[in-house]
């Protein structure tokens, strides 16, 4: 492939069109199977710009750590993607982020093969794209993948049924079979009653909505959004976002969004990539970027970000084995495990769920602590908080209590207890030290 620029977050109108809507539809080619548990893996992948001649040397002094710009002045090479390496199991949102120029447009088009990397290794469920041919990579496309584009690409011409169902038609679905894909999708994103509308009667986040219709028609494992809803006002982006997770859990994707808002990112990522000057310099949860960002430069992307919207109970709720005890323990027996604990409560768990709450007060009134057990004086545990729950949400219900509350899974399991003490120990703004 020939040296070209790098890519922009802007594709033209066209371009937008051409991948956006020819992804794949119902019918799928015998030899490339659904998505595998390791949906996708980038390996030292290298994107260099630039004089081809000079390029694997701009690839060499890269590896040995040079500076894009010294490379610049040495090389004339411009390295837009630097060493980057991750991998994607199963349905999740996969989130590059960083600044304008960082990178993360071209990475995703390497991801795909719309770009060809200048080395490394790209592999989309078990096919390695740099052994395939152009129509294997073509086919590939629209078999596994669907992009999503900041600029929405929809055709005037037509209305949002004919636009949602562009893709099929250009893959020769049946006009019946196409009808009832598009009307299913269309459901799904609210937009069921607009169906013969005009698209420029829509206003902007209903034309999003189009694009990623669009996208979700097509059936395909892998999504690839590239500043998908950047374009939009911050009202009408914050309820796309809202509406993205929810389709989300309804079909689950394996999603690749590309976005330079550290909040977009946060919010919307199950694993977040920082990505700066074509290299990634952190790979981890929004929790535990925002906790543990391991350099200076996410540090300083992180510092004014509000925790309490971040974090949740599960990522910062403490070990509950000291006051978790069984329902059939002795009254003397659990005297001694408060003391052991220093709490002044104890929670009953059996199987792993939370079946009682037992008070200090209710213990020294029993009438028998000799042959007592915890159930003749247990009362019913507070309602626990959800793992997942953002802090901002359960910090009203944590401070009406004087006691740690219990944190449960998605199986209501315990996990762990979460108190006053904690959620201000985890929003504080502490510096961290190398």
């Given amino acids: 492939m020939s040296a070209q620029g790098p890519v922009s977050a802007s594709h033209s109108h066209a371009a937008s069109i051409a991948y956006a809507v020819s992804t794949s539809p119902v019918e799928r080619a015998p030899s490339i199977g659904r998505v595998n548990v390791t949906a996708i893996v980038v390996q030292d992948v290298f994107k260099v710009f630039g004089p081809g001649k000079s390029i694997d040397e701009a690839v060499q002094r890269a590896r040995k750590g040079e500076t894009l710009s010294d490379i610049a002045k040495a090389t004339g090479c411009t390295v837009a993607v ?15 982020m ?3 120029g960082s990178g993360k447009s071209t990475l995703l088009r390497c991801v795909n093969y719309l770009l060809e990397p200048t080395s490394g290794l790209v592999k989309l469920g078990d096919q390695d794209l740099g052994a395939m041919d152009t129509k294997s990579l073509r086919e590939l496309r629209k078999e596994k993948t669907a992009m999503v584009f900041q600029h929405f690409g929809l055709l005037d011409n037509r209305d949002v049924l004919g636009n949602v169902g562009f893709g099929l038609e250009l893959r020769g679905v049946s006009e019946s079979e196409r009808t009832k894909k598009v009307k299913e999708v269309l459901e799904l994103v609210g937009l069921s009653e607009h169906a013969n509308t005009r698209i420029d009667e829509l206003s902007g986040g209903m034309q999003q909505r189009i694009g990623l219709a669009r996208a ?29 997770l929810d389709l989300q ?4 994707k394996v999603v690749l969004f590309i976005t330079h808002d550290l909040g977009e990112a946060l919010r919307l990522g199950d694993r977040v990539a920082i990505l700066k000057e074509g290299a990634i310099v952190q790979i981890d949860t929004p929790e535990q970027i925002v906790m543990n960002p391991q350099t200076e430069y996410v540090e300083a992307f992180v510092e004014n970000v509000d925790r309490s919207r971040v974090l949740t109970a599960g990522a910062i709720a403490v070990e509950g084995d000291e006051v978790a005890v069984a329902p059939d323990l002795s009254v003397d027996d659990a005297l001694n495990a408060m003391e052991d604990a220093g709490s002044s409560v104890l929670y009953l768990v059996e199987d792993g769920r939370v079946r009682g709450i037992v008070h200090r007060r209710d213990l020294d009134r029993a009438p028998s602590k000799d042959n007592g057990t915890l159930q003749a004086v247990a009362a019913d545990a507070p309602e626990p908080v959800h793992a997942n729950d953002h802090l901002l949400d359960v910090i009203p219900r944590v401070a009406n209590h004087e006691i740690p509350l219990p944190v449960v899974d998605d199986e209501r399991r315990f996990i762990g207890l979460l108190s006053k003490t904690r959620i201000l120990q985890a929003i504080a703004r502490i510096k961290r030290h190398d």
């Fill in 216 to 244: 979700l028609a097509t059936d395909a494992d892998i999504l690839l959004m590239d500043e998908a809803f950047s374009a939009l006002d911050p009202l009408i982006r914050t309820e796309m976002q809202t509406e993205f």
């Fill in 249 to 252: 859990k309804q079909m689950p």
């Fill in 98 to 100: 960083g600044l304008s």
């Fill in 82 to 96: 630097n060493n980057a390496s991750f991998e994607i199991e199963g349905p999740q949102i996969f989130v590059i």
